[in-house]
Every structure is written in C-alpha cells, then in structure tokens.
DNA sequence: ACAACTACTTGATCTGACGTAGTACGACAG
DNA sequence: CTGTCGTACTACGTCAGATCAAGTAGTTGT
C-alpha cells in the first residue's frame, strides 16, 4: 500500500481522470481509483470529497443532483472545459516532477 | 520551476541522495539539488533545515560540527546505515508511485 | 432484526512547506 | 572602514491539505 504522502500532490490528477469520460460521484470515484490502482492505493473517503468540493470551487467541476429512483441521492461531477485543460496541466507538471526525482533515484547497490 | 507542492513527500528522497556519497551541510545540500533539478525545482532554506532535523531524529543521519579554519561553523549531516536503507525504500516507493499514477496519466488529445 | 454496503457530511487534529525575519561570519569594492 | 554580497543557519507564525473519529441515511441480503 503505497502511503499517502507520496500521492498528495496528485489527488486532483486522480479525480479529474475518473471524470474525463463521463460525469460520476464520490462513491463510484472512489472505487474506480482503487481499481486502476490495484489495490496498492485507497483515497479516504474525506480527502476524496474535500477533493471534488475544492476543484469545483476553482471551476474544473460543476455538479448536479442524479435522478435516483432508489437509493440515497447521489451528487455527480462534471468537468468542465476548464478542467480538462487543469487536467492536462496536472499530467505535464506529472511528467516534469518524474524527470526531476528520476535524477535523484538510484539503484539500490 | 515546479511547484513544491508536487515536490512534497519526495524531498527526504532529494535531501538523503546528496548524502549518498559523502557527508554535507545545508547549504551545499541546496545547492546541490538545485544543480541536480537544472533550476527546475529551488527547495527553500526552511523547509530544507527541516527536513534534514526530521531525519535526524528518526536516525537516518547524524550531525557533527565540522572544523571550519574559516567562515561560520557548519554542520554536516552523515547517512546513517539506517538512513542508507531508508533512501533505498524511498526509491522503491517512488518507483510504486510512478507506475501507479502513470496509469492516471493521460496524452492530452 | 441486524449487518453490510452504498453515499456522504461535519468537526477536530496534525504534519509539513512556506513567509518573514533575524543572527552571524568573511571577503571584497569603493 | 563601510556597505554589500555570499555563506550558513535559526526562530516563529501561518496555511493548505490529508487524516481521524464520528455520525447520518437509504438499500439489500440473511
């Protein structure tokens, strides 16, 4: 399980691709980043929503109330123009920060 | 220049790397990772001073005052044994967390 | 009836990076 | 002989963000 540490930084990275295709809510959010992380990582629950509320107050989502014909309501995330383009400037940043710890990672003698 | 806050949880990582071969002092341990990063990434003194005290007390380095026949008095840090495994785990980590949110990262389209 | 799963919220706490500021010493220019 | 630059730290306060602890609420399975 990796920790947490190393994933701060890149919550909003984790989020905003579990909305690329198609709008979703915390729960299912939160079960796809298990999945495509295999296990080895699980976002908390709070750091997951005061995630989403943060990326909506800057604008790279907008949500609304799901029809629920059973259930608890759900509220869905929607990214927004803005947020695709925050999107792939998380990505870039990401590629840059793995060029720059690179140079400081050795193998082990 | 990348923001710290993508940096955060790796600076030990950059910290313990310019201990590696032989022991040094805070500022050339600045000055080295600026080197290192290509001026990409500039860690502040604080934060650097503290990282090095944060290690210092779990027992990754130790610190002894170096004989100065000029200038002021410096304090240089040595990796410990434990600290060498320490970085070592480190790396491992990060190479879990490349391949985990690689798989986050998306071409922009 | 009760647990388990889904779905989310609130409030408090803690860590770590940062800003600001100051101390201290040497070398060198003017 | 004074000021400024580069070196080498330290102290204090602040803030964002991740976490813990706990609670609310509806649905489904046994």
Known sequence: MISADFIRGYVD????ESLLDQP????AISKRI?????????M??????????????TGAVTS???THSQGRARTY???TEFGRRFYDEKCE???QTVALVGRFV???H
């Open 24 to 27: 979703s809510y915390g729960y």
């Open 93 to 95: 940043e990401w590629r």
């Open 77 to 79: 995330y929607r990214l």
């Open 106 to 108: 050795r193998d082990p």
């Open 13 to 16: 990275l984790l989020v905003l």
């Open 34 to 42: 298990e999945e495509l992380s295999r296990g080895q990582y699980e």
């Open 44 to 57: 908390k629950e709070t750091t997951l929503y005061s995630a989403v509320r943060r990326l909506e107050k």
């Open 64 to 66: 609304f109330q799901g």
